[in-house]
């Protein structure tokens, strides 16, 4: 299984701290600090899951996290905020662009997020398991047509 997720984000500690969680939990963390040149290798790569520091000071997070929704709609985005620089509807804002969850830097559990990004991964799994079974029936549907 690709177990890799990558953290786009300025803040050394915050990544040190969670990739040594997500290691322990069968996870490689990787870091992209500067959004603008990393969005095309981000999503070329289709890297499974996707942490975003929304208070990126070289762009600003949420039109980021449109950007990435734009490009690949389907892959999970976690969203790391400060509680006191956002407001409600920041936060609606980015679950309306297809944020996975909106967690508070300030009260980040580690062990806790480690579960948040194993249940992004299995979502993504039934998702993609979901899409198979919609292509095999319609693969059935078209040759039983071209039979007829």
């Known amino acids: 299984m690709f177990r890799t997720v990558v953290y786009i984000g300025e803040d050394a500690e915050l990544f040190s701290r969670l990739a ?3 290691q322990c939990e069968g996870y490689e963390l990787q870091r992209a600090s500067l959004p603008t040149a990393c969005i095309e290798d981000l999503l070329s790569r289709w890297f499974r899951v996707l942490i975003l520091d929304v208070d990126i000071t070289t762009w600003p997070g949420l039109d ?5 929704k734009q490009r690949d ?25 297809g ?9 980040l559990d580690p062990a806790e997020f480690g579960k948040v990004i194993g249940d992004a991964f299995r979502r993504l799994e039934h998702w993609k398991a979901d899409l198979q079974g919609i292509s095999e029936r319609a693969r059935r549907n078209e040759l039983s047509s071209s039979l007829l």
């Open 64 to 68: 980021f996290l449109r950007r990435i």
């Open 99 to 107: 944020c996975e969850r909106w967690i508070c830097r300030s009260r």
């Open 20 to 22: 040594g969680q997500l």
């Open 73 to 97: 709609a389907c892959v999970p985005v976690v969203v790391l905020g400060d509680d006191r620089g956002h407001s409600l509807t920041s936060i609606g804002v980015a679950r309306q662009n």
